[in-house]
């Protein structure tokens, strides 16, 4: 079972002081590797006993872990905690099955109050370092992977808004917490995964027209490839866009450039299509 999971089913047993202290601990993230329990006490005005009553529950649900120095969010920590604020918030009521168990993240269906189906992206950048560190105990890589995999999903957040604006195809955002992002859920296949595709050269082209349009919003995807491409039967929609960079960014150009290589040697590879990289590189600067 995924942390995700484990969290899903502990949210629903959380009580109000309990999420209180896990919450601080998720405010306090950013600053401190491990916690004492006089720090949360004093940030939530919860009397010590309850703090600790409170650290002790979460520490046996697996959502915190006990060090010498005090207390460390950890990941099933932090998915709870992120599930729980978009509870609070009406964003969502419940979270369905795994959409997709990828490196660096992990999706699954969400519903709204209004029993609409969305999908939530939990990131899990450094999950094999996060294996490691489990094994030697470093609380302080910990924190660091943590407060990386936060990072990320506020960049990417922030980009499919500003993306989903203009009309770039991108699934479109609903909601930010912590490392997860809720957006819109679609209705297809990467390209990687696609049998054949009815009109290769029309789908090629559709994603280089949003390439060029993201470029005209200033940011440039730096992972494009046929691995972070969905075909729905009709459209490609382009997913994905952590490690999107300003066009102002010093390797902006080389990275365009790769994302259209990866593109053309795909469709190249897959279905025959002749496109030079200079013709495609022209049409999206232009």
Known sequence: ??????????????????????????????????VTAEQIAAKVHMHIDKVNFSLSKLNQLDLVVKNMRGYSLI????????????????IIIGMGNAIGMGKESDVFEVFTPEQKSLVIKFFRIGRISFRDVARKRSFEQLHHWLLVNIDAAKREFNALKKL??????????????????????IAGVRLIQCDSL?????????????????????????????????????????????????????????????????????????????????????????
């Open 1 to 34: 079972m995924s942390s995700a999971e484990v969290a899903a089913r502990v949210v629903k047993v959380l009580e109000r002081e309990e999420y209180k202290v896990l919450n601080a601990l998720g405010e306090l993230l950013r600053n401190h590797e491990s």
């Open 164 to 185: 989903h604006k203009i009309g770039v195809k991108v699934p479109q955002p609903y909601a930010l917490a912590k490392h997860a992002i809720v957006m819109e859920k």
């Open 75 to 90: 990941m099933a920590g932090l998915d709870a905690l992120a599930l729980k604020m978009l509870v609070n918030q009406d």
């Open 198 to 286: 009815e009109d290769p050269k029309r789908i090629l082209e559709t994603i280089l027209a949003n390439v060029k349009l993201a470029r005209k919003a200033g940011l440039i995807s730096a992972d494009l490839s046929e691995y972070n491409v969905l075909y729905d039967g009709n459209d490609a929609w382009i997913i994905d866009w952590p490690q999107s960079v300003g066009v102002n960014h010093p390797n902006a150009d080389t990275l365009l450039k790769r994302d259209l290589q990866n593109l053309l040697k795909f469709f190249k590879r897959k279905y025959g299509l002749q496109y030079q990289i200079n013709d495609a590189i022209q049409y999206v600067i232009n």
